[in-house]
């Protein structure tokens, strides 16, 4: 049986694509509350006019509202679970910038000018940093990942 394992690579696009799509649906969630509160001009439609096309609409953007909002929840729970996984492999690395760096690009998603500015160096050093970074990650994340298959089977 051929086991395909995740590279390091997708493993942190995948933590960086649910970060943006959280980001997105909260963008989203935002403006379902602004036209469930404006369909009506005060609000809910307080008045009952079960037979209103803005009640019924207002109903549709209240169940669409909670059902993204389940979506973020799940999504945040997916997250979670990816930070978690992460920590652990980067908790395994033995410089401390290494660790600064990559938990604060892969678990925090902050830019790099951002990680170069608060870790007080240049651009360039984060890179060198970086790409030192990255090899020791991912020799851990081979060796790990190796060793759980292993063990699955």
Same mark, same amino acid.
């Given at each position: ?8 690579? @997708?493993?942190? @696009? ?7 799509? /959280?980001?997105?649906?909260?963008? #989203?969630? =935002? ?9 009506? =001009? ?19 953007? !209240? ?8 979506? /973020? ?9 990816? #930070?978690? #996984? ?8 033995? *410089?401390?910038?290494? !660790? *600064? ?8 998603? @902050? &830019?790099?000018?951002?990680?170069? &500015? ?16 990255? &090899?020791?990650?991912? *020799?851990?994340?081979? &060796?790990?990942?190796?060793? @759980? ?5």
């Amino acid at each position: 049986m051929i086991v395909q394992i995740m590279t390091l690579r @997708e493993f942190l @696009e995948y933590g960086q694509g649910l970060h943006a799509r /959280i980001a997105g649906k909260l963008d #989203r969630l =935002g403006e379902l509350r602004t036209k469930i509160f404006n369909i009506s =001009g005060s609000g809910f439609d307080l008045a009952g006019r079960y037979g209103s096309d803005n009640h019924h609409r207002q109903q549709d953007l !209240i169940c669409s509202y909670d059902e993204l909002g389940e979506e /973020i929840q799940r999504d945040r729970e997916a997250l979670a679970d990816y #930070r978690h #996984r992460l920590a652990g492999l980067i908790d395994e690395l033995e *410089d401390p910038n290494e !660790i *600064d760096l990559l938990f604060r690009r892969y678990a925090l998603f @902050e &830019k790099w000018e951002d990680i170069s &500015k608060e870790m007080g160096i240049c651009s360039r050093h984060v890179s060198r940093i970086r790409t030192r970074a990255e &090899k020791n990650l991912n *020799d851990i994340y081979i &060796k790990r990942a190796l060793s @759980e298959s292993l063990k699955s089977k």
